[in-house]
């Protein structure tokens, strides 16, 4: 059974950094698709960054030039390097990863049909 397991998150202060990780188990590397979403309160989930296995990557537009996606394939581990945070970042942060199914939430032309359980991610001014 795929699993994933978010670590990293926090409180920092406006214009603070953060590293979010990823540790994937029991998942098939073959075309893939492994990404990062978040959701703020009263908001619905949203992409943020997502890589492929050909190491395209694609951003949100409000995370573009802060945030940076990578993944250490010989682990099993994807990050999101968070820089220059804002209140505006503040929400549960999200791995996920997609299936060969083709179903589950859109993001970076993928379905993601695997999900961990998220890190809180909060940003104070």
């Known amino acids: 059974q795929v699993q994933l397991a978010e670590s990293g998150g926090g409180s920092v202060e406006v214009g603070g950094a953060l590293r979010l990780s990823c540790v994937i188990a029991?998942?098939?590397?073959?075309?893939?698709?492994l990404s990062w979403f978040r959701q703020a309160p009263g908001k619905e989930r949203e992409g943020v960054a997502s890589v492929r296995s050909d190491g395209s990557a694609t951003y949100a537009e409000s995370v573009k030039g802060r945030f940076s996606i990578s993944e250490d394939k010989a682990n099993h581990t994807l990050y999101l390097q968070m820089n220059n945070l804002n209140p505006g970042d503040t929400a549960m942060y999200y791995c996920a990863a997609s299936s060969a199914y083709g179903v589950g939430e859109r993001f970076g032309g993928c379905a993601h049909f695997y999900w961990g359980r998220g890190t809180q991610v909060t940003i104070s001014s």
């Open positions: 029991d998942y098939d590397f073959k075309s893939y698709c």
